[in-house]
């Protein structure tokens, strides 16, 4: 059972074509996140919602854009794809903190391989 | 700010054997969560073994264990009984548990671990 879905698996755009990643989940999780994962490195935040509330990582390149229009949905726009932005992108959902149990943990989806040619 | 750190980027360990995996970090918080994730080479991240801050007792999860030392900041993951499914790479990760801060998860950069049949 699917828990957070992303779509496509694989995205191969052009330099500076737009693009958009999405994700879904049917956990009904507060929170979402948006991860960025080179070869080899760890997950690197780029922003997360708490519901609707939007929040920035301050490295985050303006060339990034995310919209949550709903709690089980939430996408990744990439402006203006550069080559440097060739990576894996993770979504994954929790539920908030101090929810107990295993509320703090976050469920992860299988990832959006991006290739920028 | 909160720091995870991974001094062995790669490990090998033979078949059914035991290997521990090491993790240090740094925080002035008294209230977070310690966790590790396996990311095999299909890349989805999957949540291995967790621990609350406030817990003395070392969490466990079948073949794997950790070994949580508050005062040394250390958290490291052991496995026992080492099997081929278990390749894959690992990263340890902290989460505040002050829902007074940002909800980020930070993660160390991780270590690759070779399972030698």
């Known amino acids: 059972d699917a828990m957070v879905i992303q779509n496509p698996r694989y995205q191969v755009t052009q330099f500076g074509k737009p693009v958009t990643l999405s994700c879904s989940q049917t956990?009904?999780?507060?929170?979402m996140y948006w991860y960025q994962q080179k070869s080899s490195q760890a997950p690197k935040l780029l922003f997360h919602y708490y519901d609707k509330d939007f929040n920035n990582e301050a490295d985050t390149p303006d060339n990034f854009q995310s919209r949550r229009p709903n709690t089980s949905f939430c996408f990744l726009d990439i402006r203006s794809p550069g080559l440097g932005d060739a990576a894996m992108y993770l979504c994954?959902?929790?539920?908030?903190?101090?929810?107990?149990?295993?509320?703090?943990?976050?469920?992860f989806g299988s990832g959006t391989q991006l290739s920028v040619l | 700010a909160q720091t995870v750190t991974q001094s062995q980027p790669e490990m090998s360990v033979q078949e059914a054997e035991t290997v521990t995996l090491s993790c240090t970090y740094d925080t002035s918080e008294s209230d977070y969560y310690l966790f590790w994730y396996k990311q095999p080479p299909s890349r989805q991240m999957i949540l291995v073994i967790r621990?609350?801050?406030?817990?003395?007792q070392n969490a466990t999860e079948n073949r794997f264990s950790v070994n949580f030392q508050k005062a040394a900041k250390s958290f490291s993951l052991k496995i026992s009984d080492s099997q081929l499914g278990d390749a894959a790479m690992y990263f340890c990760a902290y989460r505040s548990g002050d829902t007074n801060r940002d909800d980020k998860i930070i993660f160390g950069k991780g270590t690759r671990l070779h399972i030698l049949p």
């Open positions: 956990l009904n999780h507060n929170v």
């Open positions: 621990q609350e801050a406030y817990k003395q």
């Open positions: 994954a959902t929790s539920r908030v903190r101090g929810t107990g149990g295993f509320g703090e943990k976050l469920f």
